[in-house]
C-alpha cells in the first residue's frame, strides 16, 4: 500500500470516531458508485429524496410549514420530480431575513453545535449563513469533492494547493478554523492567498510540488506568466482545479497547453456547496445529483428547453440541518441532452454564468441580459478574460485579455461582436489589457453596471 496512503488513514482514524468514518465510508462508496447508474435510477433516486425531503420541511422547518400549508400542501402533495413546481421559489432575501426559519427544530438530527457552518464572503452584498449537519457535510464537502477530484486523477493522498481568497495575514487563523475534515488533514494541504503575487507563489510550489493547485480561473492566467520550465520539472502536476468565476473556452485551452493539465472547474456555492463538476470528457459538467436537484427555468418559470439558457434553482436533497428547496441561485446554465461518453448517468449542464442578477439598461434594447454579452466574450476563441463596464447613459467598455496567438484584429472582431449584441446608437470601447483587476472578494466580475453614482454588481 501506497505509504502516504496509509499514514493518511491513521491519521484519520486518530481523529473520527467509529460511526463517523463509518458514515464517511459509505458517503464515499456511495458517491463513487452510483455515478456510473442509469440516469433514470438516478432520477428516481432524487424523486425519492425529494418526497423524503419536503415532508420533513413541511414537519420541522418554520418557514415552510408557514409557505406550504399557506398554499394548502400536504405531506403527500409532493409525488414526482414535477410536481417541485408546486412549491414556491426561495430566495436569498428570504433566507437573510429570518435566517433561524429555515432551520429544522428536530434536534434529533444532533447537538446544533456541531453543524458546520458555511458563510459567503458578503462580496456580493450581505453575507449568508448556511448550516449543514454532519452526515450530509461529510457527503457534500468530502465524498461529493473525492468523486470530482478522482474524476480529474486525484486521488485523496495527491498534495493540493488551495489558493484562497483570504488575505495572507488571515491565512493561519483561517485554515486553523477549518473542520480537519477534508480540508486539512486529508492528503497534503497548502494554503495560499489570492491576494499575493502569483510570483510569491512560485516557491511554495517548487518546495511543496502540488499534484493539483485550486483557484479562481483568473488566478491561474497570472500564475501562467511565472509557470517557468523549471517549474514545470518540479511540480508533479496533475490537474487544475477552478472554481468561482466563469471559465471562458480560450482560457481553458490556454490554461491546459501552458500547464499541459487538464483543467477541472467546479460549479457551486456556499448554500448547497459543489453543484456540477466538468467531465474530464470535456461534454460539459456533471450535477452532484445525489445531494442537489437542479432545475432550469425560462423567463416565465417554466422548465428551460434542453440547450437554451435558464435560471439555475437548486433544491438540497440531504441537508436536513437548514434545507435549501427551489432556491434561486442567480446563476444561469444550460442543461445539455443525452448521456456523457464517459459513461457516467450523471445529468449534465453547459455554460455555467455566474451571478447575473440585473438586465443591462441600454437603449436600444430597453434592458439586455448580461449573458447575451459574456456569452459572446467567453467563446471567443481569442479571448482569455474580460471584464464589461456598462457605464448607464454613457457607453459600455469592454477590458479585454487576448491569448498569446491572437490574431491582429481580435479587438475588432470583439467590438463588431458587442456592437452587435447592443444595436445601434450606443458607443462601445474596446482594449486590450495585461490583466483584470481583482475586486474586494478576490474575484474579477465579469459585468460592472455604473449608474451615475453607483455601481452594481452583475
Ligand atoms: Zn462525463
Known amino acids: 500500500m501506497d505509504k502516504d496512503l496509509l499514514a493518511h488513514i491513521l491519521q484519520y ?19 463513487g458508485i452510483s455515478q456510473w447508474r442509469a440516469p433514470a435510477a438516478l432520477r428516481e433516486r432524487q424523486r425519492r429524496a425529494l418526497i423524503t425531503q419536503f415532508r420533513h420541511a413541511l414537519a420541522t422547518v418554520p418557514f415552510y410549514r408557514r409557505q406550504y400549508q399557506a398554499a394548502g400542501l ?3 402533495s409532493i409525488q414526482t420530480l414535477g410536481d417541485l413546481a408546486k412549491l414556491p421559489r426561495v430566495s436569498r432575501d428570504d433566507i437573510q431575513g429570518n ?4 432551520l429544522t427544530t428536530l434536534w434529533r438530527l444532533g447537538d446544533p453545535s ?19 449537519d454532519p452526515e450530509c457535510w461529510w457527503q457534500v464537502k468530502y465524498a461529493l469533492k473525492a468523486r470530482a477530484l478522482l474524476a480529474a486523477g486525484i486521488a485523496p493522498y495527491h498534495r493540493v494547493a488551495i489558493v484562497d481568497d483570504v488575505p495572507s495575514e488571515d491565512l493561519e487563523r483561517h485554515t486553523s478554523s477549518m473542520a480537519l475534515w477534508g480540508e486539512q488533514a486529508f492528503g497534503g494541504r497548502r494554503y495560499l492567498s489570492v491576494f499575493d503575487s502569483p510570483e510569491s507563489h512560485a516557491e511554495t510550489y517548487a518546495r511543496f510540488r502540488p499534484h493539483a493547485i485550486y483557484c479562481f480561473p483568473s488566478y491561474f492566467l497570472e500564475l501562467s506568466r511565472f509557470w517557468n520550465a523549471a517549474l514545470r520539472r518540479q511540480v508533479p502536476l496533475r490537474a487544475l482545479i477552478t472554481s468561482g468565476e466563469t471559465l471562458p473556452d480560450a482560457a481553458r485551452r490556454q490554461l491546459e497547453e501552458t500547464f499541459g493539465v487538464p483543467v477541472i472547474d467546479v460549479y457551486g456555492n456556499t448554500e448547497v456547496k459543489d453543484i456540477a463538476w466538468r467531465c474530464r470528457s470535456g461534454h460539459g459538467y456533471h450535477v ?67 451571478r447575473i442578477a440585473d438586465y443591462l439598461p441600454i437603449p436600444a434594447h430597453g434592458n439586455l441580459s448580461p449573458y447575451n454579452l459574456t456569452t459572446a466574450l467567453s467563446t471567443h476563441q481569442a479571448v482569455m478574460h474580460f471584464q464589461i463596464t456598462l457605464r448607464a447613459g454613457e457607453r459600455l467598455e469592454a477590458a479585454v ?3 498569446p496567438d491572437a490574431k ?17 446608437g450606443f458607443p462601445v470601447k474596446v482594449s486590450a489589457v495585461a490583466s483584470i483587476p481583482r475586486d474586494a472578494s478576490g474575484k474579477h ?8 453614482g453607483v455601481e452594481v454588481a452583475a
Open 99 to 102: 435566517p433561524d426559519l429555515f
Open 13 to 31: 482514524t486518530s481523529i473520527m470516531d467509529l460511526s463517523e468514518l463509518l458514515s464517511c465510508g459509505w458517503s464515499l462508496a456511495d458517491a
Open 408 to 424: 491582429p484584429d481580435a479587438l475588432q472582431s470583439v467590438e463588431q461582436i458587442l456592437r452587435q449584441r447592443i444595436g445601434p
Open 445 to 452: 466580475r465579469a459585468i460592472r453596471v455604473i449608474h451615475p
Open 401 to 403: 485579455v487576448l491569448r
Open 114 to 132: 456541531e453543524w458546520y457552518e458555511s458563510h459567503t464572503s458578503g462580496s456580493m452584498g450581505k453575507p449568508l449563513q448556511t448550516w449543514f
Open 288 to 354: 452532484n445529483m445525489e445531494s442537489v436537484l437542479v432545475e432550469i427555468l425560462d423567463a416565465d418559470g417554466r422548465p428551460a428547453a434542453n440547450g437554451k439558457p435558464g435560471e439555475v434553482l437548486v433544491t438540497a436533497l440531504t441537508n436536513r440541518a437548514m434545507p435549501l428547496i427551489r432556491y434561486a441561485t442567480e446563476d444561469i446554465a444550460v442543461r445539455l441532452p443525452g448521456e456523457c461518453p464517459c459513461g457516467r448517468g450523471l445529468e449534465r449542464l453547459a455554460m455555467i454564468q455566474g
Open 74 to 76: 400536504d405531506e403527500n
